[in-house]
């Protein structure tokens, strides 16, 4: 990062920053975004590939392949793209119980097994009554949560067991389930696991191995990271979740430039050229308050005010209704660099990034954005070597 970009504020209790953050973009399998409807076929294989590439070619870790009742089945994309890409990991969105835990199993590592290791799974268990009827789901919020902790329990055992195993629950019961096929790695697949209500927390807190977020500012950021950690050790877990935070960066060479560039889009999302990919994406119903605490959350941090913190920008929240991860971060690439460096000061291990303009966007993100805040990791962790050495005096 350079010498004139403002250092980012940490709080007195923050954990230490790691040395390094996994970077983590989205696909799709057509040119689609909240700025424009969507171009060509639901399924380009030339986009898919190109998109996935471009991440692969900017230094993205994992691209995640989202999920909804009218998407092309996120297995196949994932599919897809890891025979045209070389060591891109695949983030899988995946709703519990729509298939069977066990079949899930089989699925994710069977697909682990042909992708070298490539694989973690993005459990979404579902914030809207109207999207989870698409698919012929009729469960309660709670009874959903409820099952999504089932279903976790049932795929990490069947992820470490060699030998068949029983179980009888609430949602699922079976007898003597065994499988030929195991995740490549001995600690199973990757388990991400998205939410923001007291149920998600509770869930995800005793499952995931990285929880994720959506962008909101620092201290309440650092509130959803507190009630993630006491739910796990609610839990009785020794490791509480990574954590990971979504935003929508929004960049320019200078500031003035960024910010006319941040309204622009703004007022295309206003006019209403993205509805398509609204309705497409199916978060909550059109004119309708949202059912899940995610979007509540977001429009709540934007009502307070359209700018929080260093460059957290609310009004492509409100917008968009907050139809996912909606908040951006507007700025030079230095200046966003320092944002998303002040979510790592507060315990952040993974960012995951993506653009209203998707395709473009990333690959700028790959020039401009993340080798800045790597740099900077690795710039801080140079320095922190030499002070522990001479701690220990072995200098």
Do not use: C
């Not at 070389?86 to 097994?113: C, I």
């Not at 971060?329 to 990034?353: K, S």
């Not at 740099?375 to 001479?390: D, K, M, N, W, Y």
């Amino acid at each position: 990062m350079s010498a004139s970009a403002p250092s980012p504020s940490t709080s007195p209790s923050a954990p230490a920053s790691p040395s390094s953050v996994e970077f983590i973009g989205m696909i799709a399998t057509r040119d689609a975004s909240e700025t424009r409807p969507a171009a060509g076929p639901p399924i380009d294989p030339d986009y898919t590939t190109r998109f996935a590439r471009a991440h692969e070619d900017a230094g993205f870790d994992r691209v995640l392949i989202g999920y909804s009742s009218s998407r092309p089945d996120g297995t196949q994309v994932a599919a897809h793209v890891a025979a045209r890409t070389e060591r891109l990991g695949l983030l899988v969105a995946h709703r519990p119980g729509f298939v069977a835990p066990t079949l899930a199993a089989r699925s994710f590592a069977t697909l682990d097994q042909f992708t070298g290791g490539r694989v973690a799974v993005h459990t979404i268990t579902g914030g809207n009554d109207t999207e989870q009827r698409r698919d012929g789901d009729y469960l309660t919020k709670d009874e959903r949560y409820a099952r999504t902790d089932e279903y976790l329990t049932v795929l990490r055992r069947a992820w470490s067991s060699a030998e068949p195993f029983s179980y009888e629950g609430t949602h699922y019961h079976f007898e003597d389930y065994g499988s030929e096929v195991l995740p490549v790695r001995e600690t199973g697949i990757p388990l991400y696991f998205g939410g923001s209500s007291d149920a998600a927390y509770r869930v995800g807190g005793r499952h995931a191995d990285t929880f994720a977020l959506w962008g909101e500012p620092l201290a309440e950021t650092a509130g959803q990271i507190a009630a993630v950690r006491a739910a796990a050790e609610a839990a009785g877990r020794a490791q509480p979740p990574s954590i990971s935070v979504s935003f929508r960066p929004i960049l320019g060479p200078t500031e003035e430039l960024a910010w006319e560039r941040a309204h622009r889009i703004l007022e295309t999302i206003n006019s209403g050229a993205g509805r398509p990919f609204f309705d497409q994406a199916r978060h909550h119903t059109a004119g309708e308050a949202p059912q899940n605490a995610g979007s509540q959350r977001l429009l709540a941090a934007a009502a307070k005010g359209d700018l929080h913190d260093r460059a957290l920008w609310t009004p492509t929240a409100t917008a968009s209704g907050a139809g996912g991860n909606t908040t951006a971060l507007v700025g030079t690439p230095e200046t966003v660099a320092a944002a998303l460096l002040d979510y790592v000061d507060i315990g952040v291990t993974t960012l995951l990034i993506r653009g209203y303009d998707p395709l473009d966007d990333a690959i700028d993100y790959g020039r401009h954005l993340i080798p800045l805040v790597r740099q900077e990791l690795a710039h801080r962790a140079a320095t922190r070597r030499p002070a522990a050495a001479l701690a220990g005096g072995s200098l």
